[in-house]
């Protein structure tokens, strides 16, 4: 069946640094969400991408879809304490998503 | 507006016992889905419900089974509970648009821990 990757599986970064979390498959992708989940938390819908190259942004978060439709990244800028979390990428195929294993953002003041 | 809600927050069970999650979805939603996700992994499909039947079903085993009432809330049953149940159980609801662009709202879960 579909399955979707992320990278890295982990991530430390200084506060103010850049963060980019990948997300890969070997079928083509339906559309791509993108959910954040904090310590002990739920996953909360952040975006939705739907057509090949499609670029969204949301403040310090910019979202971008592949032009293959096989892969797509979350890029943060300048990170802070308040971005800790779980990252998942999403394949929204209709009535069901597959999600990626999440990054795990972790953010030293 | 009240949000997704889920009971219990926690529960404790023992191999081979039966357990019963339940799910409200967000007002206006018409649609529910469940989902498990294991410790340190992401949410699994399990299945979904629309007009009090089940539209589509992940790979999950017959002893995952649920319900969907008149009012759109949602249940969960699991039989003959094995260790690898153990999980926190995430239910999710949306409003069926027919264009595959639906959008969910997370309840904040169910956690069972099977010993």
């Known amino acids: 069946g579909q399955q979707v990757m992320q990278i890295p599986q982990y991530q430390h970064v200084q506060e103010g640094e850049d963060f980019t979390t990948y997300c890969n498959s070997s079928t083509t992708l339906s559309n791509i969400q993108w959910y954040k989940q904090r310590p002990g938390g739920h996953p909360v819908f952040l975006i939705q991408?739907?057509?090949?190259?499609e670029v969204k942004k949301q403040k310090r978060l910019t979202f971008q879809f592949g032009e293959a439709k096989k892969n797509s990244s979350l890029h943060i800028t300048a990170t802070q304490t308040t971005d800790v979390g779980t990252y998942f990428c999403?394949?929204?195929?209709?009535?069901?998503?597959?999600f990626g294993g999440g990054t795990r953002l972790m953010v030293k003041p | 507006d009240a949000g997704v809600t889920q009971s219990p927050t926690h529960l404790i069970k023992t191999r081979g016992q039966q357990v019963t999650l339940r799910c409200s979805p967000k007002?206006?939603?018409?649609?529910v889905s469940w989902y498990q996700q294991a410790l340190g992994q992401g949410p699994q499909f399990i299945f979904q419900?629309?007009?009090?039947?089940?539209?589509q079903r992940g790979n999950f085993p017959d002893r995952f089974s649920g319900h969907q009432f008149p009012n759109y809330s949602s249940e969960l049953n699991v039989n003959a509970l094995l260790l690898g149940d153990s999980a926190l159980y995430l239910c999710?609801?949306?409003?069926?648009?027919?264009?595959?662009?639906?959008?969910?709202?997370f309840g904040s879960g169910t956690q069972l821990s099977v010993l």
């Open positions: 999710a609801s949306s409003l069926y648009t027919g264009s595959a662009n639906e959008k969910l709202f």
């Open positions: 007002s206006g939603h018409d649609t």
């Open positions: 419900y629309y007009e009090e039947e089940e539209r």
């Open positions: 999403a394949d929204n195929a209709g009535n069901m998503l597959t």
């Open positions: 991408l739907v057509k090949s190259g």
